[in-house]
């Protein structure tokens, strides 16, 4: 899938309410990582899925930020996070890190992912 400005969108899931979606963003010059929804897993607050999901998803962009100062972050905010960055061999590897996390996750908890 290409997006609206010519980046190539992988799509590991398509969420639905009280699910995970997540997917990386693969440019010819940036790389990034969407992930949108909530695990519904427990009660907001109690739900060990979202907050692992949040710390792979945060530790990653906080990572590309100190090697890309101009780390573009577009959304952090409840259920929604979102950011781009400069592909480089050492971004490149977090992004890939982080999504091997959240698939690590995913096959731990597959219900609260669709």
Not at 28 to 51: L, M, P, R, T, W
Request: charged share 20%; with cysteine; aromatic share 8%.
């Amino acid at each position: 899938m290409i997006d609206g400005r010519g980046k190539k969108i992988i799509i590991y899931q398509h969420g639905v309410f009280n699910m995970i979606e997540f997917g990386e963003v693969k440019g010819k010059k940036e790389v990034g990582i969407y992930i949108k929804g909530h695990a519904g897993f427990s009660q907001n607050g109690n739900d060990i899925v979202c907050a692992a999901v949040s710390a792979v998803g945060q530790t990653a962009a906080q990572g590309c930020l100190l090697k890309d100062k101009e780390t573009k972050i577009k959304g952090w905010e409840s259920g929604s996070l979102s950011f781009t960055c400069r592909k480089t061999v050492e971004t490149n590897a977090i992004v890939k890190t982080a999504i091997a996390g959240l698939m690590a996750i995913k096959q731990q908890y597959p219900s609260c992912f669709y």
